[in-house]
């Protein structure tokens, strides 16, 4: 079955006076129609760019040095700017943290609605207006119809939340980038938006990538998890193993740092030292000041992720793998 | 950027902030500087510089008045940019005139500062009843615009002098008028600045140990309102050299005996239509300058201070 | 009634007193009333019933209450200088000076909008740049030059236009307008540009930084997500948004207009209320300063209700808020 979307080996460069700085390095995943795929790293793992990279709104200095985006099997990110504005919304969607930004306050959100919806389906406003209703009533608002003609400040975080899910949905894209959807939510809250996500994406067969730092929120929902550090990818496979087995140093010190209510821990795993500026990147493989385990080789070459099945690490000491 | 303890990296670090790199790096700006700096020091040195004292009478021959730039047609040597109608040199005039007009100007928004900076931390600091009534003042003030303002300060002391208005008391009329009129701002913005600092912890802690308000409104709280006072005063000098040269247009400011750059283009206006060009031409252009570069100078520091750009 | 109108008519009527206040003091304080209506060589008696007559031996307080009073009634007394009432030579030139800022106020708005948006929506391209050149030069030179630079070009030079008056003006009850005949429309055109120079410039400015700082926000980022046209993201959302603050403050910059053309009358001799107040202030005729300063005052304080009252019926965000007071 052909991939939804298909990253080969994408550079973004961010261009400032001191020279360009490498914030996503040679990245590459696919995914699979219906498939949500976590992608997990600290702050300024890339993860963001990503997201951003996919679907075509790096800002400047940023820009896309290399390797190739596909959609479907067509490739997006060399497209003019009219014919990737149609994807956006229709194909691609896109959910970003703050519900309460994302939104513009001067509008109702029927009519952010029926707008997008105009912009991408050939309907007319009153038709717009009743698959509106629908898709409130999808993502859970209770009575839409009347909800349809509030103001987003009149929501609450929750609600907000998902009037964005129903506005970045509202075109059926193939694709959904959710950009941290649950950081700025209570926590009773999140899960509520997290499941409703994992529904209402699976009912309408969208993959999505799920961009996080909270692991909890991987393990609840993601079929599939890629950990980044420092611009690529250093593991990524099924939700279960990688979680339960994680072979890359780093992203076993990650599942180290979780709490956990079965294990006997004292005290949670720390990582020594922290995730390296883009400016100050070291030689070899980025990880290697703090790693336990590393050799003279990681010292001086870069590892790549092993093409070796489901489940891939880019790692010396797990090279030649099979998994 | 690595951490450098000695006072050499601190300079290197100077150097190679992004303030300084924005600096050089605008041609605009450091050409705006430039032109900043010579117009003030040629107003310092204008004793020396000048060629006439257009204010003693001796050197005045009505002859020699109405005479054009030299490059013109009936231009004299002596005259580099022509007479007034007084027979004063032009370029003298507008040496002179520039010197008082940023005299004028600079005193009096240094009075505003303090004023303003002063009233804005004892409205903040002892709050109650005296900062109500500050404010209040300030928010009546702010309904009109400063020129506005400074006409009036200006008009009731020319009513209130009469006979008594000299070009002396011009000057220190318009340096209380501006000072009087530019004050609000930085009250408000210090008053802001000292409720939120005011409550934190590091205040409350230094009030515990015993120092006095005084101490602590400058020690404390004033350096942390030093970047919106600074980005107040490069607008409202630029404002104070307009008020000034403005008032000085309508005739409420410095008169034809002692004229800053707003005075010689009112004396000009009237010889226009006769072709007599110059007088109102060369001050206005230098009048121009002189504002436009302190504006460049003051956008370029306004953009380096905003924090939401950096 | 809800409690921030209150709190801003509290306001305005603070404001107004303020300025009566001053206005009284003008009266008492500055100059000699008593000189003014008889001159200096008039007899001891003479003065003496004048100051009876005027009510200047009464009790501060009391002299106040009548000026007061008078004044919400605008009754400000006989000018010193034309011995006519002060309210008649206002209304008289009130005309003039309003036609003069409104026409420039639709220039400076019309003109400064689409610029600001401009620069902000093509910010690297040269007409940008030439945009933020003019606007420089129209916030740094001031508002006298510009007229006097316009007078040299177009009146000396090419003698296009006329450098004073009002030109042919028709009458319409107690309006006079000059906007009915060609003559009116040419004189109006240069001190027009002149006043409008400045608030143009500003408006552009304020334009553009809150366009700027608009298109950054996470709304815009999410509708150009959604794949909305140009159009809609730069119109619909961006343009709308930026306009609620600025609406507010060209709502203010009315009333600075009234002021600034003060400056602009007196360039070019236009016979408005700025002129008379100019006149009034190098001839000390206190009854027509404090006159023009309490007419003044009044038609700021009500911009600027207006003002309030228009932003809190364009941002539901207040609107909500205020209901629930």
Redesign the interface.
């Known amino acids: 079955m052909q991939s939804v979307l298909s990253v080969r080996d994408l550079r973004v460069d961010f261009i400032t006076?001191r020279g360009a700085l490498h914030a996503i390095d040679g990245v590459s995943f696919d995914i699979a129609p219906g498939e949500i795929l976590g992608l997990v790293g600290e702050s300024g793992a890339g993860k963001s760019v990503t997201g951003s990279a996919v679907i075509g709104l790096i800002d400047p200095p940023g820009k896309i040095s290399g390797g190739e985006i596909l959609l479907n099997g067509d490739r997006i990110d060399t497209l003019p700017a009219e014919k990737m504005r149609k994807i956006r919304g229709k194909r691609i969607g896109m959910i970003f943290q703050d519900p309460l930004t994302s939104l513009n306050p001067l509008y109702r959100i029927g009519e952010q609605l029926v707008q997008t919806i105009c912009a991408h389906l050939p309907l007319d406003a009153k038709q717009a207006r009743v698959r509106a209703i629908k898709l409130l009533e999808d993502v859970g608002i209770p009575a839409p119809d009347q909800r349809i003609d509030s103001y987003p400040h009149e929501f609450s975080g929750g609600m907000r939340q998902r009037v964005v899910i129903a506005l970045a949905l509202c075109a059926e894209p193939d694709l959904v980038i959710a950009d941290e959807p649950t950081t700025a939510l209570d926590v009773s809250v999140q899960a509520q938006v997290i499941a409703l996500l994992k529904q209402i994406c699976a009912d309408r067969g969208t993959a999505v990538i799920l961009v996080t730092h909270d692991m909890g929120v991987i393990a609840e929902a993601a079929d599939r998890v890629a950990v980044m550090y420092a611009g690529r990818i250093v593991e990524i496979g099924p939700v279960a193993e990688v979680i339960r087995a994680p072979r890359h140093p780093y992203a076993a010190g990650l599942m180290g740092a979780i709490p956990s209510l079965t294990s006997d821990r004292d005290r949670l795993e720390q990582i020594e030292g922290a995730m390296p500026r883009l400016s100050n990147l070291p030689e070899g493989c980025a990880f290697h000041p703090r790693c336990t385990q590393a050799t003279d080789q990681c010292r001086q070459a870069r590892p790549d992720l092993n093409a070796n099945g489901a489940h891939a690490v880019a790692c010396f000491l797990h090279e030649g793998d099979h998994i | 950027m690595p951490a450098n303890p000695s006072s050499q990296g601190r300079m290197a670090r100077i150097m190679d902030s992004d303030l300084v790199?924005g600096f050089l790096n605008s041609k605009l700006t450091v050409f705006a500087a430039v032109i900043v700096l010579l117009l003030l020091v040629s107003a310092l040195l204008t004793p020396w510089i000048a060629p006439y004292d257009p204010y003693d009478p001796t050197q005045l021959f009505i002859m020699d008045s109405h005479i054009p730039p030299v490059w013109a047609e009936g231009g004299d040597w002596r005259f580099l940019l022509g007479t007034d109608d007084q027979g004063r040199d032009l370029f003298s005039a507008m040496l002179y005139g520039l010197r008082l007009s940023l005299t004028i100007s600079l005193v009096g928004i240094f009075f505003a500062t303090i004023l303003g900076v002063g009233l804005g931390l004892i409205a903040g600091y002892v709050g109650g009843a005296i900062d109500a009534l500050i404010m209040?003042i300030a928010?009546?003030q702010l309904?009109?615009?400063a020129?506005?303002v400074a006409?009036?300060i200006?008009?009731?002391a020319?009513?209130?002098l009469?006979g008594e208005y000299t070009e002396d008391t011009a000057f220190m009329v318009l340096v209380v008028s501006i000072a009087l009129s530019f004050w609000v701002k930085y009250a408000r913005v210090v008053r802001g600045s000292v409720l939120v600092e005011r409550n934190k912890e590091y205040v409350q802690a230094a009030r515990l140990v015993g120092r006095s308000p005084i101490a602590i409104m400058f020690d404390h709280i004033l350096p942390n309102v030093m970047g919106p006072i600074l980005v107040i005063l490069t607008i409202n000098f630029?404002l104070a050299v307009?008020a000034e040269?403005?008032l000085s247009?309508?005739?409420?400011g410095l008169p034809p005996t002692k004229p800053s750059l707003?005075t010689l283009?009112r004396v000009g206006?009237q010889f226009?239509?006769s072709g007599e060009?110059w007088v109102?031409?060369f001050p206005?252009i230098l009048?121009?300058v002189l504002?436009?570069t302190?504006?460049?100078v003051g956008?370029w520091l306004r953009d380096a201070l905003n924090p939401k750009l950096r | 009634m809800p409690a921030f109108i209150l709190r801003r008519l509290f306001?305005a009527a603070?404001?107004l007193l303020?300025?009566a206040l001053?206005s009284f003091a003008?009266f008492r304080?500055?100059?000699d009333p008593v000189n003014q209506i008889v001159g200096v060589e008039a007899s001891a008696a003479d003065r003496a019933q004048i100051r009876e007559e005027l009510g200047l031996n009464d009790p501060v307080v009391l002299q106040f209450a009548r000026f007061a009073m008078r004044a919400a009634q605008l009754d400000f007394g006989m000018s010193y200088q034309f011995r006519q009432p002060v309210s008649e030579l206002l209304i008289s030139r009130f005309p003039a000076t309003l036609e003069l800022a409104i026409v420039s106020m639709i220039l400076a708005i019309g003109v400064g909008i689409p610029m600001g948006v401009y620069t902000a929506l093509y910010r690297d391209s040269l007409l940008s740049k030439a945009f933020q050149a003019l606007s420089?030069?129209g916030?740094?030179?001031?508002?006298?030059?510009i007229g006097?630079?316009m007078?040299?070009v177009f009146?000396?030079l090419l003698g296009l236009f006329p450098?004073y008056g009002r030109g042919d003006v028709v009458d319409l009850g107690w309006w006079t307008t000059g906007l009915l005949t060609r003559s009116g429309w040419a004189a109006i055109f240069m001190p027009a540009v002149t006043l409008a120079m400045f608030q143009m410039t500003l408006i552009m400015r304020i334009v553009r930084a809150e366009m700027l700082e608009v298109l950054r926000t996470d709304y815009i980022k999410f509708a150009k997500a959604r794949g909305l046209p140009a159009r809609i993201v730069n119109f619909g959302h961006a343009l709308r948004n930026t306009m609620v603050p600025v609406i507010t403050i060209i709502g203010l910059e009315l009333?600075?207009v009234i002021?600034?053309a003060?400056?602009t009358e007196?360039?070019f001799q236009w016979p408005g209320m700025g002129l008379l107040f100019?006149n009034?202030?190098?001839n000390?005729d206190?009854p027509i300063?404090a006159g023009y300063?309490i007419l003044?005052?009044v038609i700021?304080?009500v911009i600027?209700l207006m003002v309030d009252l228009l932003y809190v019926q364009v941002d539901p965000r207040l609107k909500s808020s205020i209901q629930k007071d």
């Open positions: 006076r | 790199f209040r928010d009546i309904t009109f615009p020129i506005l006409l009036l200006d008009g009731a020319h009513g209130a009469g630029g307009i040269a403005t247009f309508l005739g409420v707003g283009i206006q226009l239509f060009w109102v031409v206005g009048l121009g504002v436009l302190i504006n460049l956008d | 306001q603070l404001v303020a300025v001053i003008l304080f500055v100059g420089l030069a916030i740094s030179l001031p508002t006298f030059l006097i630079l007078i040299y009146s000396v450098s009333g600075s002021a600034f003060i400056i007196s360039v100019l009034a202030v190098q000390a206190i300063m300063l003044i005052s700021f304080v600027n």
